[in-house]
T-cell receptor
Framework: GESVGLHLPTLSVQEGDNSIINCAYS??????FIWYKQESGKGPQFIID?????DKRQGQRVTVLLNKTVKHLSLQIAATQPGDSAVYFC???????????FGTGTRLTIIP | EPEVTQTPSHQVTQMGQEVILRCVPI?????FYWYRQILGQKVEFLVS????????KSEIFDDQFSVERPDGSNFTLKIRSTKLEDSAMYFC?????????????FGQGTRLTVV
């Protein structure tokens, strides 16, 4: 079946460095993608989203890149801080669909 | 900043008992959801609710589960006869008008432990 998956389950990055978290999706009908951050014991927190008519979107210290040709999504976090340590999930959906389909998650650890 | 609130934060129940998980979505939102996350696994969709009825549900959401919006603010998930495998974090989420292309806001979750 269709699924969303992540290439790397864990990632450790030195504080101040940039990090990149990757996600592969397989549902070609998906046209809206979201990155969520989940800290221990908390619910998913919205970071940034992107629609399929775009290939890049920037926020504060975060950038999402979408490559529809290879069905790949990435989250770049610049100048990482200890507070960036969390599990990051990509999620996909499409217009007219009710639900989000989440990927497995990548645990990002920022090393002080 | 408006947020989705869930109670209780942690619920322990005996197998076979009924539990009700409660949520107060963001007030001007129209779409409501329940998701669950078994420890160490990904977040899974359970059910969506719009216009006072279920609009979509997953295979997980069998006849042991039900949802209700008893008044203008609360949104509940009931599990009639809990099983050990129902132990998980349950997240409520809500979204404003519009389908598929707006973010969902999640609550902090209720940790359900079935013993």
């Amino acid at each position: 079946g269709e699924s969303v998956g992540l290439h790397l389950p864990t990632l450790s990055v030195q504080e101040g460095d940039n990090s990149i978290i990757n996600c592969a999706y397989s549902n070609s009908a998906s046209d809206y993608f979201i990155w969520y951050k989940q800290e221990s014991g908390k619910g998913p927190q919205f970071i940034i989203d992107i629609r399929s008519n775009m290939d890049k979107r920037q926020g504060q210290r975060v950038t999402v890149l979408l490559n529809k040709t290879v069905k790949h999504l990435s989250l770049q976090i610049a100048a990482t801080q200890p507070g960036d340590s969390a599990v990051y999930f990509c999620a996909e959906t499409f217009f007219g669909n009710e639900k989000l389909t989440f990927g497995t998650g990548t645990r990002l650890t920022i090393i002080p | 900043e408006p947020e989705v609130t869930q109670t209780p934060s942690h619920q322990v129940t005996q197998m076979g008992q009924e539990v009700i998980l409660r949520c107060v979505p963001i007030s001007n939102h129209l779409y409501f959801y329940w998701y669950r996350q078994i420890l160490g696994q990904k977040v899974e969709f359970l059910v969506s609710f719009y216009n006072n009825e279920i609009s979509e549900k997953s295979e997980i959401f069998d006849d042991q589960f039900s949802v209700e919006r008893p008044d203008g603010s609360n949104f509940t998930l009931k599990i009639r006869s809990t099983k050990l495998e129902d132990s998980a974090m349950y997240f409520c989420a809500s979204r404003p008008a519009g389908q598929g292309d707006t973010e969902a806001f999640f609550g902090q979750g209720t940790r359900l432990t079935v013993v």
